[in-house]
């Protein structure tokens, strides 16, 4: 077994923030969709909220709004889990060759 002692928190950031952006625009794709064909928004808060917004708000706004939530959370979450795996010896790993074999990678090296 291995241990995730410690992660990138810059890393682990930039790769969130991508997750994130990816997803806003998938979000604001649906949006886009639902404000294209009010017939199919359920009527209440979600209906007059589209109607107050424009295209451009949601393609640009949704995106770069999860970026950034994205990246904010993720470097708390790292610094959290650097802080706590000092008290818990980090996260274990079990990993296995590509190949599917079972065999456990130790670390150690063959003499």
Do not use: C, W
């Not at 241990?3 to 952006?21: D, E, M, P, Q």
């Not at 979600?46 to 993720?74: E, H, N, R």
């Amino acid at each position: 077994m291995f241990r995730i002692k410690k992660v990138g928190i810059l890393n682990l950031a930039y790769t969130v923030t991508l997750v994130y952006f990816i997803l806003g625009i998938v979000l604001g794709i649906v949006l886009a969709v639902l404000k294209a064909n009010p017939g199919t928004v359920i009527s209440g808060s979600i209906g007059q909220d589209l109607t107050k917004i424009t295209y451009a708000q949601i393609v640009l706004i949704y995106p770069v709004a999860y970026a950034i939530g994205g990246f904010v959370v993720s470097i708390v979450v790292g610094f959290l889990y650097n802080t706590l795996s000092k008290l818990t010896g980090g996260v274990a790993v079990h990993l296995v060759k590509d190949s599917g074999s079972e065999r456990v990678f130790s670390g150690a090296k063959k003499k």
